[in-house]
């Protein structure tokens, strides 16, 4: 443990009642000590209000054990401050400590903050800005962009294309030596486009291949092919281009490689700017953009039904037969006062369906979602039969409770056609209590006596009544 001694300045004693020193006090007269650490834990030290005053006011200084220590040095051992004493820790219970330290405004993904780690029982941890949640690279966005200030003549092996100027740079990356190497922190996930343009004057005609490379393999995917072509003077060449999202680590060296696999050796690239390297990080978080003024005025536009409501822009809205409530984190509820009509939902196939089955089989089914309240739930159809000897029976089905909607046979309504070409609407509707559920409603429908049922214009609608 350092010692810490306190030494006075003036020819008077100086109080300290806060600390457990011999008579409560430094000794009277200049360069008068008290040993504190041999009462005092540093805690108390630097918690004394008097000791501080004392200092502040150049009463007293501190003296380490080996040499004196200069008034500004003696008040940050007794009220510390990171910015002014290195290696001094932040604490829970003083204010004003991260505010005093110098700011860097334009932070880069290897610089490091200090974290409490949730799933460590809140131990402190260090964690590079560029490992963050917020996208490849770190939060802030990461852009570079290279490219060949010169020429590169492609042989017929591969051939390494220049790269040797920087448009956009980051400390990130580094270009050198026409590679670029993803420098420590730098890791994450990234979009990568390469393009390489020829402009070759002779009529050899020629076939090029280029490739994007890390650590010396080929991205798979990357590769690109290209031509020289001079037919009767007339010559064209090619863009070469691919691009990639890839997952890049520290350390890996990134360039462009291309060879001529036909024809003539040494294929020019296009004046300056022909090679060209671009790499974004994916996902990143650009600042934050500062807070726009409150609202005010008549500045709000109202529409129903996608129409705009004439006499705007408004400035109050009054929600009529509803309540608001605070659903907090600055959120307000609307709600209906009255719930009618709420939750309206309708399924229908207006196709028709036949069946000889003397069974009932499905033609319709509403599933609701987990419901609160009583709904109404209706039906309706229009049916008929082959035989005029012969009937039609459709029901609504209620197969989440068993029970059958808006009629007290449990086989629905029955028809007899006097006619087998006569249409007959039926349908008929329930109250329906739900309890936070969800349930199944099943449009049904069968024959009686061996002969055609059939069903067409098939509805089932629920909405909220209470």
């Not at 090029?208 to 092919?225: D, F, M, Q, Y």
Request: charged fraction near 20%; charge should be negative.
């Amino acid at each position: 443990m350092t010692t810490l001694i306190a030494k006075n300045q003036t020819g008077g004693a100086l109080a300290l009642p806060q600390l457990p020193v011999p008579n409560n006090e430094v000794p009277a007269g200049i360069g008068a000590t008290v040993t504190l650490t041999d009462y005092a834990s540093v805690d108390e030290i630097s918690n004394d209000a008097d000791l501080l005053a004392h200092i502040t006011a150049g009463d007293a200084i501190l003296n380490d054990g080996v040499s004196d220590l200069s008034a500004e040095q003696s008040e940050q051992v007794v009220s510390p401050s990171p910015s002014s004493i290195a290696g001094a820790p932040i604490h829970s219970d003083i204010d004003a400590e991260i505010s005093t330290i110098a700011e860097k405004v334009s932070p880069v993904s290897a610089d490091l903050v200090v974290i409490e780690d949730s799933a460590a029982s809140n131990a402190k941890r260090r964690v590079q800005v560029g490992n963050l949640p917020g996208g490849g690279g770190g939060g802030t966005p990461v852009y570079v962009d290279y490219y060949d200030s010169g020429t590169t003549n492609i042989g017929s092996s591969a051939t390494t294309a220049g790269l040797d100027t920087s448009r956009q740079s980051d400390a990130l990356f580094v270009l050198a030596a026409n590679q670029v190497t993803v420098q420590a922190g730098g890791a994450g996930d990234y979009f990568v486009c390469y393009a390489i343009t020829f402009g070759e004057t002779d009529s050899s005609n020629r076939e090029v291949e280029s490739w994007l490379e890390i650590n010396g393999s080929e991205v798979a995917a990357t590769r690109s092919v290209g031509s020289h072509w001079d037919e009767h003077s007339l010559v064209t060449d090619n863009t070469l281009t691919r691009s990639a999202i890839l997952t890049l680590a520290d350390a890996d060296v990134i360039r462009i490689r291309a060879e001529v696999t036909n024809g003539s050796s040494g294929y020019t690239t296009d004046r300056p700017g022909g090679v060209s390297l671009q790499i974004m990080t994916i996902g990143g978080v650009g600042p934050e953009g500062p807070t726009g003024p409150t609202g005010s005025g008549s500045n709000v536009i109202v529409q129903e039904d996608g129409v705009t409501v004439g006499g705007g822009p408004h400035g109050t809205l009054n929600f009529i037969d509803c309540t608001a409530t605070d659903a907090g984190g600055g959120v307000a509820d609307i709600t209906p006062a009255t719930p009618f009509g709420k939750d309206y939902n309708m399924v229908e196939d207006t196709a028709q369906s036949t069946t000889t089955s003397s069974s009932f089989v499905a033609k319709l089914t509403l599933t609701t979602g987990a419901l609160t309240g009583t709904y109404r739930i209706s039906w309706s159809a229009v049916v008929g039969q082959s035989n005029t000897q012969d009937k039609v029976e459709a029901r609504l089905r209620n197969t989440t409770d068993s029970t059958t909607i808006g009629n007290q046979n449990s086989d629905g309504i029955r028809i007899e056609p006097k006619d087998p070409n006569n249409r007959y609407p039926v349908g008929g509707f329930d109250l329906v209590v739900f309890a936070g559920v969800a349930k199944t409603f099943v449009l049904q429908f069968r024959e009686q006596d061996g002969n055609t049922a059939r069903i067409e214009d098939a509805r089932i609608e629920c909405w909220r009544t209470s």
